[in-house]
């Protein structure tokens, strides 16, 4: 696989304005290991291998069993996951698929037994940022393989 562009350095003023949402979702009080969840299942649906790559690194890092990475997207039939991370995963599902879905009444009385609105709403915001990252590598083709977690900035985070 080759990359097409780097979109990053052709438009960098890209970048600042997606990632200054991109901080907000990651100080917004929501679980880190659960915001992983989130984005590599999303990844997984958009087909993101940079994204997929990235954020199963950044899960290893924060401790995530392989069991739970390598099992994520059958998630409905296994036991490894909680009430409120299989709730923010079939909100993922529905959001990331919200052409097909239109994000169903049924799931989102799910989330919000396991969410307050506030933190709906971030989970939604954190969504839509991994689907942003995701079309953008996709569409760009950006080459997987290369990313290392800061532990850091994962720290910090968790």
């Known amino acids: 696989m080759e990359a097409r562009l780097d979109a990053l350095k052709i438009a960098p003023q890209v970048y600042p304005a997606v990632a200054a949402?991109?901080?907000?979702?990651?100080?917004?009080?929501?679980e880190r290991p659960l915001l992983e969840l989130v984005r590599l299942r999303a990844s997984q649906i958009n087909g993101c291998a940079f994204c997929v790559d990235m954020h199963t690194k950044d899960a290893r890092a924060m401790g995530e069993t392989e069991q739970r990475l390598y099992l994520l997207s059958a998630w409905r039939e296994c036991p490894f996951y909680t009430d409120r991370e299989r709730a923010a995963l079939e909100w993922t599902e529905a959001v990331t698929l919200v052409s097909e879905t239109h994000v169903p009444d049924e799931v989102y009385e799910r989330v919000k037994r396991h969410f307050s609105p506030m933190e709906i709403v971030n989970l939604t915001a954190a969504i839509a940022m991994i689907n942003t990252w995701n079309r953008l590598s996709v569409a760009f083709r950006t080459v997987p393989g290369t990313y290392q977690p800061n532990l850091q900035e994962l720290k910090k985070g968790a």
């Not at 949402?21 to 929501?30: M, N, R, T, W």
């Open 21 to 30: 949402l991109q901080k907000y979702v990651d100080s917004c009080g929501l």
